[in-house]
């Protein structure tokens, strides 16, 4: 898009339509936002959040960043993290990846990425975990495919790790979920993480009190 002007002639007949709808749209948006979700995705243009799940301005809370990570270092996911669960009081947070990653094929690589090196470290740190699994992997494209898999399910793991997604489970029943978007069918595909399983089995020593 050469012309910005676009986005602004975009944003009058959004308006048009969104008041033709409901002639109390703004206001109803303008008084707070009460969203069920938190949704950590990846930056990537491809891969928007609401628009794939078919919801609309209020419905989600988004944090979006290169490769849908969830560090322990990220301050802003963090914040947005605590900000969802502590005083929006979300009863779902959902970590979605996409096939055709451009992060993820990235950390497969060896190029040298400046200041995105430590970033990337962190998938590699998924592909070292899951070493085994992936050599076993032959086709390249199939491999690559199962490491974005693989780092979604990883990330939900981190996000179990936090203190405050750990008293929300604890007091009502927070839900995390590890979800795939698949970008050449616009098909949502959940992995189904078993994250019962891995607080029992996996997590006592994140365990905070």
């Not at 209020?58 to 290169?66: C, L, S």
Request: some cysteine; hydrophobic content about 40%; overall charge negative.
């Amino acid at each position: 898009m050469k012309n910005l002007e676009t986005v602004f002639e975009n944003n009058k007949e959004w308006i048009k339509s969104k008041l033709a709808e409901d002639d109390a749209y703004f206001d109803k948006l303008a008084s707070g936002q009460s969203p069920s979700i938190l949704y950590i995705g990846c930056s990537d243009s491809r891969a928007t959040a609401e628009e794939i799940m078919g919801l609309g301005p209020g419905e989600v809370f988004v944090h979006r960043n290169i490769a849908n990570m969830v560090s322990n270092t990220d301050i802003s996911a963090l914040g947005v993290t605590n900000y969802a669960v502590k005083h929006l009081g979300v009863d779902h947070i959902v970590i979605c990846g996409h096939y055709g990653c451009g992060g993820v094929k990235a950390a497969m690589g060896n190029s040298d990425l400046g200041i995105l090196n430590p970033y990337l470290r962190n998938i590699r740190d998924v592909y070292r975990t899951h070493k085994k699994e992936l050599s076993a992997i032959s086709n390249e494209d199939k491999r690559y495919e199962r490491l974005i898999e693989l780092n979604v399910q990883e990330q939900v793991v981190n996000m179990l790790k936090n203190e405050d997604v750990q008293a929300a489970y604890k007091s009502r029943g927070i839900k995390i979920h590890g979800w795939v978007f698949d970008l050449a069918s616009g098909k949502l595909i959940d992995l189904k993480v078993d994250v019962d399983k891995l607080i029992k089995e996996e997590m006592d020593i994140y365990q905070v009190s």
